[in-house]
Nanobody, 123 residues
Framework: QLVESGGGDAQAGGSLALSCVAS????????VAWFRQAPGKERELVAS???????NYAGAVGGRFTAARDNAKNTLYLQMNSVKPDDTAMYFC???????????????????WGQGTQVTVSS
């Protein structure tokens, strides 16, 4: 089970910090990622973190968001800085296979999903 927290409201230019805690299984052996879905849009990859800690970011958030994992705490983090109204969405954490023919951006790669946490950025 994955449970996100930390969402809420922010002004443009502000910051938010999201967390995702896993229970029932260790995150250490999984690729983990943050996705987001805005109303009327498809769910899209925000950032991924390999089992070894290598991060990858979507172009729209690179340089503003930082993803990290703490395997000892079974937790995934997303630090969101300089947020924009376009960042408004439901944010989901996900865990999936470390090796796959599917790209990290594919929803089908991830077998475990959180319920989501809402982020709303106003101008």
């Amino acid at each position: 089970q994955l449970v996100e927290s930390g969402g809420g409201d922010a002004q443009a230019g502000g910051s938010l910090a999201l967390s995702c805690v896993a229970s029932g299984r260790p995150l250490g052996g999984y690729m983990v990622a943050w996705f987001r879905q805005a109303p009327g849009k498809e769910r899209e990859l925000v950032a991924s973190v390999t089992a070894g800690g290598t991060t990858n970011y979507a172009g729209a958030v690179g340089g503003r968001f930082t993803a990290a994992r703490d395997n000892a705490k079974n937790t995934l983090y997303l630090q969101m800085n300089s947020v924009k109204p376009d960042d408004t969405a439901m944010y989901f954490c996900a865990a999936g296979a470390t090796t796959s023919i599917l790209p990290t951006s594919s929803l089908r790669r991830y077998g475990y999903w959180g319920q989501g946490t809402q982020v709303t950025v106003s101008s």
